[in-house]
């Protein structure tokens, strides 16, 4: 049993199970009864989401390739992860990587300049059992 980070739209791996998407806004231009059979999501939790101030500090820069400010960016977002729901939702979900499989996912291309990055560091540091 374990997680998946994944990015939403590309097709689902074996045994991935429910797919989570951490997003801000669903897919432009899909209807809501498509989201599962289009690979996007199952289940929608915006509130893994970096705030809509956050998204365009990260797109900004992954835009200029700027590390700095993208650090930065995985500074902020660590601290909206710490507040409120979410550090009991990111609780939840490591707990359930040892019972069953799921995935968590985001429309980026690049991980690595990605909040799902950092989602799957927060998972680790809570002990999830992280498939890649």
Request: net charge positive; proline share 4%; charged share 30%.
């Amino acid at each position: 049993m374990a997680v998946r980070i994944v990015r939403l739209g590309e097709k689902r791996q074996k045994d991935e199970g429910l797919r989570i998407g951490t997003v801000r806004r669903p897919p432009r231009g899909v209807k809501k009864s498509d989201f599962a059979k289009r690979d996007f999501y199952d289940v929608w939790m915006p509130i893994l989401s970096p705030s809509a101030e956050l998204v365009k500090q990260a797109l900004a820069a992954q835009a200029n390739n700027d590390e700095p400010a993208w650090r930065g960016f995985v500074k902020h977002f660590r601290t909206e992860m710490k507040e409120g729901d979410a550090t009991h939702l990111l609780d939840m979900l490591a707990a359930l990587s040892h019972q069953t499989n799921f995935s968590v996912g985001c429309y980026c291309e690049d991980e690595k300049h990605c909040h799902r990055s950092v989602l799957r560091a927060l998972l680790k540091e809570r002990g999830a059992q992280i498939r890649d």
